[in-house]
């Protein structure tokens, strides 16, 4: 059970950071208000288009991993991309401008990548064949 739950978890993970990235690449001004920065782009959006394509590319990762069942592959994802959000995470801090607020996204995201890439990488698979015995004796 705790496996689907992750499974679920982190496939509306890797969907709403599909959503991220596109945001970025079609309306960058508006998310890089959501992302609790201020960039000074003067029209030029380079920095909200390689966001943006590395959040398409994280979140497809994720969905894939989850779509093909590789619980391994996909805890290893979530627990080594932490490193993701709290870099994020220290940038939007370091900004005068910014305080926890604009932060929880990021922490909300640390806990996440965290907590179910651990969950994903101690859950021991269950054999197929013992898991019908013990559908059909109990």
């Known amino acids: ?37 201020h960039f000074n782009c003067h029209e030029d959006y380079s ?15 994720i969905s894939v991993f989850v779509l093909t069942n590789q619980r391994m592959a996909l805890g290893v994802t979530l627990l080594g991309g932490t490193m993701i959000p709290v870099t994020d995470m220290l940038i939007v801090l370091s900004k005068s401008y910014n305080g926890i607020i604009q932060a929880m996204p990021h922490i909300i995201a640390i806990v996440i990548c965290a907590v179910f890439g651990i969950i994903l990488l101690a859950t021991k698979p269950q054999n197929k064949a013992l898991r019908k015995q013990k559908d059909t004796s109990g």
Do not use: C, N, Q, W
């Not at 288009?49 to 959040?55: H, T």
């Open 47 to 61: 920095f909200h288009y390689i966001k943006g394509i590395r959040d398409i590319f994280s979140g497809l990762i």
């Open 1 to 37: 059970m705790t496996t689907k739950i992750s499974y679920v978890i982190a496939l509306l993970t890797g969907l709403g950071m599909i959503f991220l990235g596109a945001r970025f690449l079609l309306s960058p001004e508006v998310a890089e208000a959501g992302y609790g920065i």
